[in-house]
């Protein structure tokens, strides 16, 4: 990717292309379950694969993420490590808007160019979130989303290694992701790993501040591939929009008697 | 931020406390405002115990009188057993009520901890089938606003909230499918997991 300035658009077009021929045919072998899907519900026909990769991710969290997570989170100040989420989220945002634009939401585009100008400048480079103080919030968009409007199943739930829960549709989004954000053909190498770190910095960030929680999940709970799998699931339907959980329950249809 | 915050708490506290005083006696029928003020009520007496500053065990048994004074407890220990409630025996449906509300007030008690300098506000109410939605954007200090949603009904005759959503995540399906885990490690028994609920976290 280093490589990209140097080369020509139209080979870079191609190239980007051929990047995205593997992706297709994966799309296009994206497994579905037979019938309509009511939220809450899970397609896991890789299920045996995928408890093994949470239990490789449980170790490496155990060994590595969550030590240096609760480190990081205890020797950088509060104020600092804000600044260096904040930094991290306004780098990906000309990514966020060019898939703001592919979902035909020119409004959320708009929103999102005023935050990363706002932030920019005023912002000094984005380690502040002055935007935000004046509700311009981010209106969040990645590829894997742009595969759901464009009306792409989510496929099979699957759990990578080290990135964690996923469904095939998201992990396809992830990988388009790597090529979507225009400042990364922009920027001069150096710059843009500054940002790839600082957004690994604050991944890890989070993982130390949200640590109880995340604890709670990974190793006090009865079975950990499942909780991590339907939070996963119902947390990214809800961000996508896709399907209405609170309609689901009816409260009366329960027999509540002797509890 | 810390001045905000306590200001903004002091108004939920009125708020909380003037929503008492009004409160009608008779039973009314559930509508808009009644679910937003059962929310509002809530969220006060959430934000004015962790605006408290008491010992973490002080606030479990605050969170717990405040799951059994606003929320649907028969319905959400009924929903998170599940389909082994139906093989359950009513002695053990009233045990695993009793410990399943300790349970909760525990782990989300603990959760709240990380509410310390936030705050619920209620955004809007739709009511959906036979029951309310109250949508609420969580503010919490260096985070994006994000959406936390209560669901109300008058099932029992009063209104209670009986499940909650955040960012999606359904607590009550989260919990069932905790439940039903603790009773497959177990063998299928109910009564290991009713005893073993007290230690879960």
């Known amino acids: ?259 | 931020m810390t001045q905000y915050t306590r200001r903004a708490a002091t108004c939920l506290i009125g708020a909380a406390v003037a929503t008492f005083t009004l409160m009608p006696t008779t039973a009314s029928a559930l509508d808009n405002a009644s679910a937003k003020k059962l929310v509002d009520a809530l969220v006060g007496e959430i934000n004015r115990v962790i605006a408290s500053g008491k010992s973490e065990q002080a606030m479990y048994s605050d969170f717990k009188r405040i799951f059994a004074k606003y929320g649907d407890t028969s319905y959400i220990a009924a929903y998170a057993m599940g389909n082994d409630g139906r093989r359950a025996s009513n002695a053990q449906k009233k045990k695993f009520s009793a410990e399943f509300q300790t349970y909760i007030s525990r782990k989300y008690g603990s959760r709240f901890r990380e509410f310390i300098g936030g705050r619920l506000e209620v955004k809007s109410v739709r009511p959906v089938k036979s029951w309310f939605e109250v949508q609420t954007t969580a503010f919490l200090r260096g985070e994006s606003p994000f959406t936390v949603t209560f669901l109300v009904s008058d099932r029992t005759g009063r209104d209670k909230f009986f499940n909650m959503f955040i960012e999606g995540i359904n607590l009550l399906l989260t919990e069932r499918t905790e439940i039903g885990a603790m009773i497959d490690k177990r063998g299928g028994s109910i009564d290991k997991m009713i005893a073993d609920l007290r230690n879960a976290k």
Not at chain 1, 75 to 88: C, K, Q, R, T
Not at chain 1, 162 to 186: H, I, K, Q, W
């Open chain 1, 1 to 259: 990717m280093g490589e990209v300035l140097k080369i020509s658009p139209i080979r870079a077009r191609r190239i980007s292309f051929m990047a995205l021929a593997p992706l297709c045919l994966i799309l296009a072998g994206c497994a579905t379950p037979d019938g309509a899907r009511v939220s809450g519900d899970v397609f896991d026909p890789y299920e045996e694969n995928n408890r093994q990769t949470h239990e490789l991710n449980r170790a490496l969290d155990k060994a590595l993420v969550r030590p240096v997570g609760v480190g990081y989170t205890a020797i950088v100040p509060d104020d600092l490590e804000g600044s260096i989420g904040n930094f991290a989220s306004n780098l990906g945002l000309p990514g966020t808007v060019v898939n703001n634009l592919l979902q035909g939401n020119v409004e959320g585009a708009f929103t999102n160019t005023m935050r990363f100008v706002f932030n920019t400048t005023l912002g000094f480079g984005g380690l502040f979130d002055v935007a935000g103080d004046f509700q311009i919030d981010e209106v969040k968009a990645d590829f894997g989303q742009t595969l759901y409007v464009w009306g792409v199943p989510e496929g099979a739930y699957v759990e990578l290694p080290v990135l964690g829960p996923s469904t095939e549709r998201a992990m396809v989004g992830r990988a388009v992701d790597l090529f979507t954000n225009p400042l990364s053909y922009v920027l001069p190498s150096p710059d843009k790993y500054i940002g790839t770190a600082a957004g690994v910095a604050s991944k890890v960030g989070d993982r130390g501040r949200y640590a109880e929680t995340v604890d709670s999940v990974l190793y006090n709970s009865a079975d950990s591939y499942s909780q991590a799998r339907g939070i996963y699931l119902q947390n990214r339907r809800f961000e996508l929009g896709d399907g209405d959980a609170a309609e689901e329950i009816n409260p009366f249809d329960l027999n509540t008697e002797g509890f």
